[in-house]
């Protein structure tokens, strides 16, 4: 099972972009999936998590009414839809996947990531 995530660059402060994560595993639509990112020298922060169904979502504070996560089962798909960012907001972006279908906090909850995807918002 693999998890990949793809949609990062380079963008204004302010701007937008939207993450994904495809995952090639048969336990995605019974899975919670969410978002992390780590910043050089800093823990890795969640910042958004998905139910197996899709009806329940959980955001850190830092981003809530600003990111977006959703889910295409069809698709086997994540998606992460960011607005308004900052620069201090500039991180490798990573997926991950849970074994259970309610999404967790804690990266230690998370038993399959992606690689990573930079993003970063310049000033």
Known sequence: VQLQASGG????AGGSLRLSCVTSGRTFTTSAVAWFRQAPG????FL????????ITHYSDSVKGRFGISRDDAKNTVYLQMNRLKPEETAVYYCAQR??????TGPLDY???????????SS
């Open 111 to 121: 038993i399959l990531w992606g690689r990573g995807t930079q993003v970063t918002v």
């Open 48 to 55: 958004a998590g998905i139910h197996a169904n899709g009806g």
């Open 99 to 104: 074994s259970g279908p309610y999404p967790t």
């Open 9 to 12: 660059g380079l963008v204004q």
């Open 42 to 45: 800093k823990d890795r922060e």
